[in-house]
């Protein structure tokens, strides 16, 4: 009797109809449908009003060993939900995030006496969707790995693309711009200056992935809360604009190991037809978890100086000592012939921490100071630093006391060369370390090729690690700052220590290779930084790196203009800013400095005034706390001229206004240090000619005038 | 000219004979002799007296990316030394040992203008031969990744060997006795109870390996001193004898990761036409460098006893609640449900103090006493346990209190279950929680698949992990004892704080599987011991253990006779030995029980009187310090008579011996637990008879008569 009633019951669900679910956003701007094929395999399609942003997109993750959710599936349960709520960040881009969106969870089960069950759980914001894969609490699914997740992306034209290759290992290319169909090797950019490649397939490329549909439509897909999961790459069908998901592997192939109850990270689309409403978007942030810290007095959003450039520069070096065969555990330190160009000396950094004293700087980065710079890269070393070991010329103690003296932090560096079990066997040292010296930031660097080897910098072992240092940071009240990471999803809302990242191509590049194109500024925030802030460090003064060392810089060269590296600190949001030249490349011009002083790394709002990816970017924030504007306006390597209208301005109120703008005769290549500043006094009623040189930009300070007061 | 001299220098050498060298062991014992082979590969080979030990054989590593050293070679450098010093261990079977060697060092360099070299280091002891490749500090090899080393041990005739399959996880196997010809998966014994098996290839087999030869020779085959390298297993060439080495890889399939100046292994081969001399070879030990400890006050050689068998006979459990979806850092310990059989409960670990500061027993073992058992095997996960967190029904502190009061020590027990990664990141903490809480020596497992995933437990990493556990835990004055471990090459002279390990195929198996044949006792000492002490936890009185649960364990039984399990404390070396019973089993036979509470765990002699590999051996020992002396005899499944003479007692000292016999009619299977006690009175001049059961035993005390005094 049960046997039979079950066979019926079988067949019913069989002979349903093809199930369908609809969803639309908030304010209706978005729809989703869900749908399960003809052969019970789940797809999805997404659309603008009457545009079509995904066609029918397939949904699947496979397990090894086992069925995987891929086909023959059936809808078991649907559920909505909706959200609208207001929350504050720590620390970021605007006071206040609002949270809105509408949901469908859809529960699919496998067939067979297991009944192994999947969830997919939609979030349609007005601004896009998010949606993951959540395996519920159920008898024969406990501990199991994901051998593959095809998650499809179908677009319905040959969009343009900004894109960079898929890589296990780097995320520091070059962008490319073509069209969807031109995506592949043709295509690709020559990095040969990056050290570790380990490309995804020929047709791979990196998210947060940015198009531009023929129908105008602005599409960024990206994910949001990686955590305990690799990071996905998608390959591209050049012929019908399909994307799939391409999961990190593990040393033995198995992209994920779980245990369920769990869930994948989110999948994130962010779709407008206005380019700034995708900078603007916090989809991906309100896709994370809130903070779990409680107590974030001691996280400070900061500006700060280093002992980086000047190696970058050739001015002075990482290592103390000419040896190229160091072993950590049995090398004299002390015993080291040094060859007197070594940055991180005592007296170099009491001079670091009296310029950042005198200008209001935070903090001070020394790189260089442990043992192990001589033989530091490419040799897949486990042992190579210890982080705890200064160099002989490296006084921390008397560091500590000047530093504390002039009311300056300074900042630990813990570079792991990619070797991370060396680096996780030592970090309760290493955190104790800084603790018993003053620190109370760090920044991490992973250059190299990963130990345990096998593993990737983007595969599930190493997500958990970054978050893992995220956690044992917060746990001592420490900020991090991580280098050659994994790139952002947003975890920086649940981690608010975890103040910036790098993971894409910063500003170093520009020191020793072909460096980044005047257009790279304007595609870095529609990709890169849609997952959370980046350290670029920009600021650089000294454009032509010949003035430094006229040998080792020949031709070398930063690929924009004086102006422009100021208006980065706006258009380029990070809590976390350096000031990247030398000390005496500000002193030399005071008056373009003053921005960098003045501009601040926390804000209240911010408007994205125009943008168009690959070309121009103009952004204007206001100050946490005062009533004070900034103003950041970037182009590629086209001139380009632009009035703006100061409506974000407060009404009524009268400002004095700073501009920092490209000389008339300023060119990134040719004349790229040519600047003129100007002041005069606006309102909310005024319109800003904008006149920015090529590969250019204006930097602007809105400052209440004084007879208005401050608010 | 400078390139015509070259070319002319490199024709000479080329057209120089092959270069052969021989060398001598001290007494003559033994001959090597190295040879360049006509394709300038190097080759060794070995003879004892007139006969052949091993046929001319390779040696040869290739290296990735490079030219190997295989072939092509030319001798440019040898160097002759010799020595003959004494040196004290500070635990172990002798209170002296000599080791005596002449050397022979031959530096051989590749074609090319690289000239990269390798020097071959042999010693040749009266005992054996140990060589080892050395890579010399050069200017064109530093970094370099081994991708195989093709050492070949060629033997002579088709010997009868005592092997295991060779796998890169585990060691547990039972044991095959076949000709050489007759290795391979058909005889290879099936052992479904073991988790993880890797096997490293059909023919491969696992060193310490034990052969006899036609003409009488018995021949060792293992490496000392293994350290930042893989383990080697060794490939059988059925037809010709011939034995050649087989690394295990890391997950990329590399084999090691070495910079030079470096070296690899000692390779040792330990020979002799009698049996008890392998046994007595002190070869690997003097391989070994000698102790890095310099305070070694603290280690002490003890017995113990510990909640551990009744969990494997099934009267309590590892595991405190029945939940099978533990996540470590979510689940809430204390609101879990006790299913009321938890064997580490206080009350049961009290008892077990109780019964150590009865007996004299230094220490007490507790296993479970952490959370994490309830899903801890078999799932490759990597945050298993936390090695903190005591179950809800152990009392930390009351138990310190209590053993201190009791003068009896705990011993802490770390099961990683593979997750290596996770046991390295938290043994700081760990250590640190054993020194808080009075613990000073500690019991690791490694129980399943490793992580870093796609490593392997004899890989170089994990070689790195267990000398790394080993320096920490002396770091801070911590004992170790790790089972599932590499196996020993006899890093204990190094390291004496590791008292001892397991990796093979240990007394447990007795418990819950098809069990340990009677002749696996008479196989180990010269298999698994060669290379160091093992944790083989004798001492199992109740023999038949349906007595502890009718139910579980219907049918199961140890394998030996009980007098057999005292033997084993003295033919079985470690300066760690468990009384491995319940205190119940012991309670019951106080007279028995005398032996285990007697038998001393540091040595200042060792005679073994006769020994033949899988069918018996008779081992007599000195106590530390005494004049006491302690016997152990064996026998495999038959039946045994023989008569010793104790020559080995001071002359003219009488003694009173207790001898621990089997019963008349015991037997392994059917009678297992009979056995007799006699007391008799004897000097150097008396005869011992022995008669042991099938799957036998006798054990002996010998204790100078009051008459005669303590010297």
Known sequence: MNRAFLTLAATLLASLPTLSQRLHSPTNKLALSF??????????????????????????????????????????????????????????EVKQIRNRYKELAVTLQQPGPEKRQLRVRFRLFDDGLGFRYEFPEQPNLKYFTVQDERTEFNLAADCKTFWIRGDYDTNEYLYATTKLSEVGPKNTPS????????????????????????????????EAALVNYPAMSLLVDNARFDLTSQLTPDATGAKAYLQAPCHTPWRTVVVSDKAPEVLTSKLILNLNEPSKLQDVSWITPQ???????????????????????????????????????????????????????????????????????????????EEVFDFVTPYPDFDVQELQRYAASKNVKLIMHHETSGSVTNYERRMPAAYQFMQDHGYDAVKT????????????????????????????????????NMHESIRPTGLHRTYPNWLANEAARGNEFNAWSQGNPPEHETILPFTRLMGGPMDYTPGIFQIKL?????????????????????????????????????????????????FIKDVPVDWDDTQVLEAEPGDYITTARKAKGKDEWYLGAITDEQARQSRVPLTFLTPGQKYV??????????????NPMSYQIRRMTVDSKSVLKLQLAPGGGTAVSFKPTKAAGFR
Chains 1, 2 share one sequence.
């Open 35 to 92: 749908q399960l094929g003809p052969t019970g395999e789940p797809t999805y399609q997404l659309s603008f009003g009457s545009k079509t942003v995904l066609k029918p997109s397939r949904l699947a993750v496979l397990v090894q060993g086992q069925p995987g959710f891929e086909k023959g599936l059936t809808v078991v349960k649907t559920d909505s939900a909706q959200a609208d709520e207001t929350w504050a960040p720590v620390w970021g």
């Open 191 to 222: 990095t040969p200056e990056i050290g570790v490649q380990v490309p995804v397939a020929p047709n791979a490329v990196q998210t947060p992935l940015m198009l531009k549909s023929p129908d105008g439509l602005y599409i960024n897909i990206h």
């Open 303 to 381: 500006k700060y100086v280093g002992v980086w450039w000047e190696m970058h520069v050739n001015r002075s070096s990482w290592d103390y000592a000419k040896v190229n065969n160091i072993k950590l555990n049995q090398t004299d330190w002390q015993a080291l012939k040094p060859h007197g160009r070594h940055g991180a000396n005592t007296a170099n950094v009491k001079r670091y921490i009296d310029f950042a004293a005198k200008n209001g700087l935070q903090s001070v980065l020394v790189e260089g100071w442990n043992v192990g710079w001589e033989d530091w890269y490419g040799n897949w070393k």
């Open 445 to 480: 660097g992973y250059v190299g090729r990963i130990i345990p080897r096998g593993e990737h910098h983007d595969g599930q072992w190493m997500s958990n690690h970054f978050v893992r240092a995220a956690e044992q940071t917060a746990a001592r009240r420490i900020m991090i």
């Open 546 to 594: 010949e003035h430094w060392n006229p040998t080792a810089n020949k031709g070398r060269q930063v690929h924009t203009t004086l102006a422009k590296q100021l208006a980065l600190y706006v258009t380029m949001y990070s809590p976390l800013q350096m000031a990247a030249d030398l000390p005496e490349a500000y002193e030399q011009r005071p008056d373009a400095f003053q």
């Open 657 to 670: 206004a700073t501009v920092y703008a490209d000389g008339k005769t300023a060119d990134w290549e040719k």
